[in-house]
C-alpha cells in the first residue's frame, strides 16, 4: 500500500482512533454485527423453527457477511447505496425477492441466501437501538465521544466475543443484490461497485483483527463503563439487539413460508457510519497492500477467502 501504508496503518489506527480524535459516527461495527446475529440465532426457539435454526447454523459465514453487509458503501463515494441499504423498503424487497423465487424446501444454495438475509436483518434491526439508547449512555458514563466509543466496542467485541477468526470464506449473494437495487429503481448499482465494497468490508475486519489488539488494553482503561455493558446493556446493548433481531428474524421466516401475509413495516432511522476501520479497509485494498481471493458461481455468488499481505514493500 504505497500509502505511505505503514504510516496510515500505525498512524491512523493506533494514534488516531484511540488517542486523538478521527471522527466517524454510526451503528455498530461489523464484529458487533456478527456478534449480534449470532446471539438472535441462539435466542431462537429450536423447537418451534427446527429448520430455520438449523439452517442459520449451517451457514454461518453467509449471516455474518448478511449482517454487515448494509453497510458496504460508507467508505466509497456512493454512500447514498449503503443509506437505501438500511432502510426497510430494501430490507423488504430483498425478503420479496427471494420469496418469489425460492420455495421450501430449499436447496443449499438457497439456504445460503436465506442466512445472508437474516444476518441482514438484524443489522437494519440492532443499529437503531444501539445508536438510540446505548451510545448516549456510553458517551456520558465513560465521558467519551462517539468517535471513541463506535470502533472501541467493537475492538472490544472483537477480542472478546468474536469467534469469526475461525471462519474462512466470505460469500455474497451479487445477483440478488443487483436485483433488489433495480427493483427498488437504482439499476445504476452495479455488480463491480457492489463487490468492491465487500472487498472494503473484509479488508477492514482483517485490519480490525490485525491491528485492533494493539488498542484494546487502552481502551479497556479509557472506557471502562462501555466494555462492561455494551453486551448486556437495555436497552440497546447487544443482547437487546439480539432479541429485537430474533423477532425480526422469524416474521421474516413466517413470510418467506408464506405462514405471514405481510411484514410489518417499522419507521426506522439510517444512521450514517463514516467508520475510521472501514476507512483503512479500504487505502488497505486500493494500495494493493492486502489481496483477498474470490471466485464468482455461475448462479450470481461469490466466495471470498481470507485476506493476506501481497504488498508488504508499500508498507515499508
Ligand atoms: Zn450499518
Known amino acids: 500500500m504505497s500509502l505511505q501504508s505503514k504510516s496510515l496503518f500505525y498512524i491512523l489506527v493506533v494514534t488516531a482512533v484511540f488517542l486523538c480524535g478521527v471522527r466517524s459516527a454510526g451503528g455498530i461495527g461489523q464484529t458487533g454485527h456478527m ?13 418451534d423453527y427446527p429448520g430455520f435454526v438449523n439452517t442459520l447454523n449451517a451457514f454461518p459465514s453467509e449471516r455474518s457477511c448478511g449482517s454487515v453487509f448494509p453497510d458496504w458503501a460508507w467508505p466509497s463515494f456512493y454512500q447514498q447505496y449503503s443509506r437505501i441499504a438500511h432502510t426497510i423498503e430494501f ?14 424446501p430449499y436447496s443449499e ?35 467519551a465521544e462517539e468517535w471513541l466509543v463506535e470502533p472501541g466496542t467493537d475492538i472490544f467485541a472483537n477480542w472478546e466475543l468474536d469467534k469469526r477468526s475461525e471462519v474462512t470464506y466470505g460469500y455474497f449473494p451479487v445477483e440478488t443484490a443487483v436485483n433488489v437495487y433495480v427493483s427498488l ?52 446493548g447487544f443482547e437487546y439487539g439480539a432479541e429485537v433481531s430474533a423477532q425480526e428474524m422469524v416474521n421474516t421466516w413466517n413470510y418467506l413460508q408464506g405462514e405471514l401475509d ?17 476507512e483503512l479497509g479500504r ?9 483477498i481471493p474470490m471466485q464468482r458461481t455461475s448462479e450470481g455468488e461469490y466466495f471470498f477467502g481470507a485476506s493476506r499481505i501481497v504488498g508488504r514493500k508499500s508498507l515499508d
Do not use: C
Not at 91 to 104: D, G, M, P, R, V
Not at 283 to 291: H, R, V
Open 109 to 143: 444454495r438457497e439456504k445460503r441466501e436465506v442466512s445472508f438475509l437474516m444476518g441482514m436483518t438484524t443489522h437494519t434491526y440492532d443499529d437503531p437501538p444501539w445508536h438510540a439508547y446505548f451510545l448516549p449512555t456510553a458517551k456520558s458514563n465513560d465521558n
Open 283 to 291: 487505502s488497505l485494498l486500493e494500495s494493493g497492500a492486502i489481496e
Open 185 to 236: 429503481g437504482y439499476p445504476e448499482v452495479t455488480e463491480s461497485m457492489l463487490v468492491k465494497g465487500i472487498l472494503i468490508l473484509r479488508a477492514a475486519y482483517w485490519a480490525e483483527k490485525f491491528a485492533g489488539y494493539q488498542g484494546y488494553l487502552n481502551l479497556v482503561n479509557r472506557m471502562p463503563w462501555t466494555d462492561d455493558n455494551y453486551v448486556t446493556y437495555s436497552p440497546g
Open 91 to 104: 430490507q423488504q424487497a430483498w425478503t420479496k425477492h427471494l420469496k418469489e423465487n425460492f420455495s421450501s
Open 35 to 47: 456478534v449480534v446475529a449470532e446471539m438472535a440465532t441462539g435466542d431462537l426457539n429450536k423447537t
Open 262 to 278: 405481510q411484514l410489518p413495516l417499522r419507521d426506522m432511522p439510517v444512521f450514517v457510519e463514516r467508520n475510521i476501520l472501514l
